[in-house]
């Protein structure tokens, strides 16, 4: 499923061109400080392989871009955060790729209050979109 990638990470509807997983993650200690009133959250967001498109001709490259957006009670994007990834994997690497996950950890930096957090993975090599939302509260 193809869609402007600002608009399906609004969409009320996944998207599933892109297997993605979510958990959030204990803030680490080379994390940068929150501004006072804020903290810092940190998400593991992993892209299935199976689901990524490899460029196998240009040294099994891929190319992907992450889209984080944390959505306040009256959904007005609160903080965004945006990673892009790109690499060549060797043999080994992309075997492993294929079996698990490519990672990533996207922050943002929040003040109290509840939030629903959307996250969109682009495959760059071929439009595909995945999306998925992530309840969580700041205390």
């Known amino acids: 499923m193809r ?50 498109t490899v460029d196998v001709q240009n040294g099994n490259a891929v190319d992907l871009t ?31 790729l294929r079996r698990s996950a490519l990672g990533a950890t996207p922050a943002l930096e929040l003040a109290q209050g509840k939030y629903i957090v959307r996250f969109a993975v682009r495959d760059n090599l071929n439009g595909e979109i995945g999306t998925v939302e992530y309840p969580l509260e700041v205390k």
């Open 3 to 52: 869609a402007s990638w600002h608009n399906a990470v609004r969409s009320p509807v996944a998207f599933t061109g892109v297997r993605i997983n979510v958990r959030e993650e204990p803030v680490g200690a080379n994390s940068r400080p929150a501004v006072a009133g804020k903290s810092v959250r940190e998400f593991r967001v992993g892209v299935l392989g199976d689901s990524l």
């Open 66 to 96: 992450l889209l984080t957006v944390a959505y306040d009670a009256g959904s007005k994007s609160a903080a965004q955060s945006e990673l892009h990834v790109a690499a060549k994997l060797t043999p080994e690497r992309l075997a492993k």
